[in-house]
């Protein structure tokens, strides 16, 4: 799981991986939040999510997609709109705005899956 450590909300902050060869990736899951627990939300509920990340896949050009998560507790969220098209050896997730956590101020992503094949 990933938590910003920055100050404020994590705006702005971004989680990037360096791919170790380019991919075709035909489909993102997200597990967005601190799933700490599955059996207790306070975690879940007490840490910021994400609402909306902006996604961006480079090769040999930038391609950028926006995600908008759906407020609630469900697991392997898609990003709606993300192309079985994107090549790219890297891959950054960048928060663009938050829904509030109830106690703590730092922003969770439990966790990223990225699906496809090596071009």
């Known amino acids: 799981s990933w938590q910003e450590g920055a100050d404020g909300s994590g705006i702005g902050e971004w989680v990037e991986y360096d791919l170790d060869r380019t991919y075709q990736m035909g ?3 997200l597990w967005l939040g601190n799933w700490n627990d599955s059996q207790d939300t306070d975690y ?3 840490n910021n999510r994400p609402m909306d990340l902006r996604i961006t896949v ?3 050009e ?3 997609f926006d995600y908008t998560y759906i407020r609630g507790r469900e697991s392997g969220n898609r ?3 993300f192309p079985g098209y994107a ?7 960048t928060i663009e705005s ?8 730092d922003t ?3 966790e990223i899956s990225i699906y496809g094949s090596a071009v």
Do not use: K, L
Not at 87 to 93: E, K, L, P, T, V
Not at 98 to 105: K, L, Q
């Open 27 to 29: 489909e993102i899951h």
């Open 44 to 46: 879940f509920y007490g």
């Open 58 to 60: 480079w090769e040999e």
């Open 62 to 64: 930038e391609m950028t």
């Open 79 to 81: 990003p709606e709109g």
């Open 87 to 93: 090549r790219g050896s890297r891959i950054r997730f």
């Open 98 to 105: 938050v829904y509030a956590g109830d106690t703590w101020d």
């Open 108 to 110: 969770c992503i439990a």
